[in-house]
């Protein structure tokens, strides 16, 4: 199954750039924009619904569910939430008005997910970050914050986070590269301006064409 060129696709791991790179696009070209982490309480409540296994993970403890456990644990739980999740967004994106070009964004859209979607290998691109640029954007960000009893736990839980985001990486990097599709390398040394560009070039085709008809 393909959907028509009108969907541009950006994914990549946590803390690589690629929401704020995405609303750049979008604003500058006026696409219509299809946020990943903005339905996820949605898409979670419905997979909730028919899965005993979703459920208890949503009930746990944030320390269940970030302390306890190892970051392997973390990666295959993230891996079950994307395939379970996508068939959503396919369902959401097909809903939306075909009119308009859309970008799609998301660190669950993964290379794997996407692959059999794509008319043309141009339409997609991964962002990764390395270590430093992926702990001072969380940090930044302030993720996991207050979200512990202890400075220690939240500590813990924030290594954990990173580690497993680091493993989303490498898995990215993997699948793009078996299926021959590109991922860009983002870090703390690489201004924005030139990753907006990057991903601008690799999108030009469709860019150009759009902003043209517009």
Not at 201 to 209: A, G, S, V
């Amino acid at each position: 199954m393909e959907f028509n060129n009108s969907i541009l696709w950006i994914g990549g791991s946590p803390d690589s750039g690629k929401s704020t790179i995405a609303r750049y696009i979008v604003q500058k070209y006026n696409l219509s924009y299809y946020d990943y982490d903005g339905n996820e309480d949605r898409h979670h409540e419905e997979i909730s619904a028919h899965s005993v296994g979703v459920e208890e993970i949503l009930s746990s403890t944030m320390e269940d569910n970030w302390v306890y456990i190892t970051p392997d644990e973390l990666l295959h739980r993230a891996n079950a939430s994307f395939r379970g999740r996508f068939p959503m967004v396919v369902r959401d994106l097909s809903a939306m008005n075909a009119d308009n070009p859309i970008l799609a964004e998301g660190f669950g859209l993964t290379p794997q997910l996407v692959a059999p979607f794509l008319g043309n290998s141009n339409q997609a691109i991964w962002l990764v970050s390395d270590g430093h640029f992926k702990m001072t954007s969380a940090k930044k960000r302030r993720k996991l914050s207050g979200e512990f009893k202890t400075s220690d736990m939240e500590n813990a839980a924030l290594e954990n986070l990173h580690k497993r985001d680091m493993l989303i990486d490498a898995q990215i990097r993997e699948e793009a590269n078996q299926l021959g599709l590109e991922v860009i390398e983002v870090k703390s040394s690489v201004p924005f301006e030139v990753a907006v560009k990057l991903v601008e070039k690799h999108f030009d085709e469709y860019l150009t064409c759009w902003r043209r008809h517009s």
